[in-house]
């Protein structure tokens, strides 16, 4: 579902698709199923990927191959031996290992894809937006999963790098998701969507909080569900003027378009809980010391 909302978003119709750390090749598979459903055809999009592991790089190449998919699946490392390095691509979706402390090579140094600053040695997060943004296509459109630190991390340049990215219109929107979502990990995570180019609503960035948005399926996982990942992309195509999408509106505690200017005087934390706001609440006039009595009681009975 987290991936479908990458697909929904970026609508990969037709171009170039890339992932830089695919894996066993699920985004590519749900690029191909959203073409599918939406009557494209099969071969309207060109896919190019790389894995580092070379078991994950051989599942990826079969889960391919058995659904029909042509793709150019490269075996390494996207950061030292970058497979497709004249690549600019239409589309990006990636989710890329959060937090990597190990990526980094003196090789590295002044690397011509480090154009919003160079990105610290123990956190590959800020090296894997830029080689993102350094193979996508002058119109071309990015979504990325990453760790919830790295809308607000300010250690060892990466407030620097966020802060000229912000400057640069190249964050196009940014979505806060609930916990619980990852099989893998508990580490929360959010969505950013990258454009070059931005078609419409320059020098704004939409800010999306779906934290509260998820369906318990467990008592360890959430998920969100096809009413909560149309709300969001339908959301965005509304913010973006796509045709047919209606009229774009703020809705407090859901979803806020914000100046970069704006932006800035807040540090450039893109954090979307610090720009939507709280929800309106209905106040229903029950008395207050009553209603705390009451709630205190509740409380009592569930921690007993």
């Not at 699920?26 to 896919?47: L, P, T």
């Not at 940014?174 to 099989?183: D, R, Y």
């Not at 934390?269 to 008395?287: H, I, M, N, Q, S």
């Amino acid at each position: 579902h987290v991936v479908r909302v990458l697909v929904e978003m970026l609508a990969p119709f037709k171009g170039r698709v890339y992932d830089p750390c695919c894996g066993s090749g699920g985004m590519f598979v749900s690029s191909e199923k959203f073409i599918e459903a939406h009557a494209g055809k099969r071969g309207d999009i060109s896919i190019y990927g790389q894995e580092s592991n070379y078991t994950t790089w051989r599942l990826a190449k079969m889960n391919l191959a058995i659904r029909g998919i042509d793709a150019q699946i490269a075996h390494g490392d996207s950061f030292h031996n970058d497979r497709h390095p004249d690549l600019k691509a239409d589309f990006i979706l990636a989710n890329p290992p959060f937090n990597v402390s190990d990526w980094w090579h003196a090789s590295l140094t002044g690397d011509a894809r480090w154009h919003y600053g160079d990105p610290p040695q123990g956190n590959a997060n800020y090296a894997w937006l830029q080689h993102m943004l350094h193979h996508l296509a002058p119109n071309g459109r990015a979504g990325i999963v990453l760790a919830n630190g790295s809308m607000s991390s300010s250690q060892n340049n990466e407030g620097q790098i966020r802060a000229a990215m912000v400057d640069a219109d190249v964050v196009e929107v940014m979505i806060a998701l609930p916990g619980q979502l990852f099989f893998n990990t508990q580490i929360p995570a959010c969505l950013w969507f990258l454009a070059k180019g931005k078609r419409t609503r320059r020098g704004e960035v939409l800010f999306i909080d779906a934290r509260k948005l998820a369906t318990m399926i467990s008592r360890v996982q959430c998920e969100l569900t096809d009413e909560v990942i149309d709300r969001i992309a339908g959301t965005v195509a509304a913010w973006r003027g796509d045709a047919g999408a209606g009229n774009y509106v703020d809705v407090a505690g859901y979803c806020r378009s914000v100046t970069l200017a704006e932006i800035a005087q807040h540090g450039h934390v893109l954090t979307p809980g610090r720009y939507v706001g709280a929800e309106a609440v209905e106040d229903d006039d029950e008395d207050f010391v009553a209603k705390m009595q009451a709630l205190t009681e509740k409380l009592g009975e569930q921690m007993a």
